[in-house]
Nanobody, 132 residues
Framework: QLQLVESGGDLVQPGGSLRLSCAAS????????ITWLRQAPGKEREGVSC?????????LYADSVKGRFTISRDNAKNTVYLQMNNLKPEDTAIYYC????????????????????????WGQGTQVTVSS
C-alpha cells in the first residue's frame, strides 16, 4: 500500500527556514513524480514544487517560491524534501506531498504542471506557520 508521511512543519519567524520531509512507503520515490502542494485557510490549494521520477534535475517551482524553496530526493531514505528559506507570512499553510499525478486520462512520471491535474495519493499534511 502506497503511503506518504509529511513532517517538519513548525512555527517560524519571517526570514527563517524549515525543511519538510515526505517519507514514502509502498513504492520508491524514483518511480513517481512527487509534488508538494499547500493550502492556506480560505484559499485554494496551490502547487508549490515537483520533482520528477527518473531525472531529479527535472523540477518545477511556483513563481511565489522560486529562489527560496528547493526540492530534493534521497533515494536511499525513500524521502523527498522541501527546503524552505526566507519564509514569509504568506507561506503559512498546510503542506502536503502527493504522488500519482494524472491529467486528461494520462499518468505522468515527470513533472508536467503545478496548476492542473489530479493526484491519486496524498499525505496527511504538516502545518507551517510563519509569524513573528
Amino acid at each position: 500500500q502506497l503511503q506518504l508521511v509529511e513532517s517538519g512543519g513548525d512555527l517560524v519567524q519571517p526570514g527563517g527556514s524549515l525543511r519538510l520531509s515526505c517519507a514514502a512507503s509502498g513504492f520508491t520515490v524514483d518511480t513517481l513524480a512527487i509534488t508538494w502542494l499547500r493550502q492556506a485557510p480560505g484559499k485554494e490549494r496551490e502547487g508549490v514544487s515537483c520533482i520528477s521520477s527518473i531525472d531529479d534535475r527535472n523540477t518545477l517551482y511556483a513563481d511565489s517560491v522560486k529562489g527560496r524553496f528547493t526540492i530534493s530526493r534521497d533515494n536511499a531514505k525513500n524521502t523527498v524534501y522541501l527546503q524552505m528559506n526566507n519564509l514569509k507570512p504568506e507561506d503559512t499553510a498546510i503542506y502536503y506531498c502527493a504522488a500519482g499525478y494524472h491529467h486528461g486520462g494520462y499518468y505522468y512520471t515527470a513533472c508536467r504542471s503545478l496548476t492542473d491535474g489530479e493526484y491519486d495519493d496524498w499525505g496527511q499534511g504538516t502545518q507551517v506557520t510563519v509569524s513573528s
